[in-house]
Each structure stands twice: as structure tokens, then as C-alpha cells.
């Protein structure tokens, strides 16, 4: 019996620098990656898509927030099993109203390649390059 990898990833992040950074992360980690600049452009990315794990940020700046993105996502059957991990600057006491929306986790703003391996270890089946 054989194990389909998962590593499908959407991350949405408006801050360039950190956009960067968590993909240079990504393709270290040879995950395909879907990424998208604001959550509007994020909900017409994934019309038509599914991936394995979806890293939002939360301050989106103009637009619609992470939080709200969250939400909207998984209102859509093909996104509401998807794990959702926030991934920001905000101290965990205030995320609260993210577990409401439906995310499964929290990746808190700074982070290393180890905790970013973690938290993708911890919500789906990962290549092996992971373990």
C-alpha cells in the first residue's frame, strides 16, 4: 500500500519580504506551492483548486483580512477539510477569534525552516525530506 505525499500548499501573504521567505522555505521543502497577494486574489486562485494545507497570514492590509479569507474558503466544500494555519505576528492569546474561523493552528511571525517543518508535519502527510 502506498502513501500519497501531500505538499500542496496555498500561502497567502502581503508583505513581499515575507512572501519571499516562506516560499525560498517551501521549495527547500519541495512542496508546490500556490501563493497569492491579498485574500481576494487568493479566493480566485482557489476557485478551482485544492491543496493539502493553506498558511495565511492575518493582516492582509486593504482587502479582506486572513481571518475573513479563512472563513470565506471554508465555506467551500472542496477547502473545508483543509487544515488552516495562521501565520503571524499576533500573540497567540489573541487568536481566538482564528479558531472560530476554522484554523487549525498558528505559526507564530518570526520562524525557522525547523518550526515551519513542524507545523507542516503536525497537519498533513509530508515527502519524506520532512520526517
Same mark, same amino acid.
Given at each position: !500500500?502506498?502513501?500519497? *505525499?501531500?505538499?500542496?500548499? =496555498? ?8 512572501? +519571499?521567505?516562506? *516560499?525560498? %522555505?517551501?521549495? &527547500? ?9 491579498? /485574500?481576494?486574489?487568493? =479566493? @480566485? *486562485? !482557489?476557485?478551482? &483548486?485544492?491543496?493539502?494545507?493553506? %498558511? =495565511?497570514?492575518? $493582516?492582509? /492590509? $486593504? /482587502?479582506?483580512?486572513?481571518? @475573513?479569507?479563512?472563513? #470565506?474558503? &471554508? +465555506? ?7 487544515? !488552516? ?13 482564528? &479558531?472560530?474561523? /476554522?484554523?487549525?493552528?498558528? *505559526?507564530? #511571525?518570526?520562524?525557522?525552516? @525547523?518550526? %515551519? #517543518?513542524?507545523?507542516? #508535519?503536525?497537519? !498533513? ?7
Amino acid at each position: !500500500m502506498s502513501i500519497k *505525499l501531500r505538499n500542496s500548499v =496555498l500561502v497567502v501573504e502581503d508583505d513581499f519580504a515575507s512572501m +519571499q521567505y516562506l *516560499l525560498l %522555505l517551501l521549495k &527547500k521543502l519541495n512542496c508546490k506551492v500556490y501563493s497569492a497577494e491579498s /485574500g481576494e486574489a487568493a =479566493l @480566485e *486562485l !482557489m476557485e478551482d &483548486k485544492s491543496v493539502d494545507i493553506m %498558511l =495565511l497570514d492575518i $493582516a492582509l /492590509g $486593504a /482587502g479582506i483580512s486572513g481571518i @475573513e479569507l479563512g472563513v #470565506k474558503l &471554508k +465555506q467551500k466544500k472542496i477547502h473545508a477539510p483543509t487544515p !488552516m494555519v495562521a501565520v503571524t505576528a499576533f500573540s497567540e492569546d489573541k487568536l481566538k477569534h482564528m &479558531k472560530a474561523a /476554522g484554523f487549525s493552528g498558528y *505559526l507564530p #511571525k518570526p520562524y525557522t525552516i @525547523e518550526e %515551519l #517543518k513542524v507545523t507542516l #508535519k503536525k497537519y !498533513m502527510i509530508c515527502p519524506a525530506d520532512l520526517v
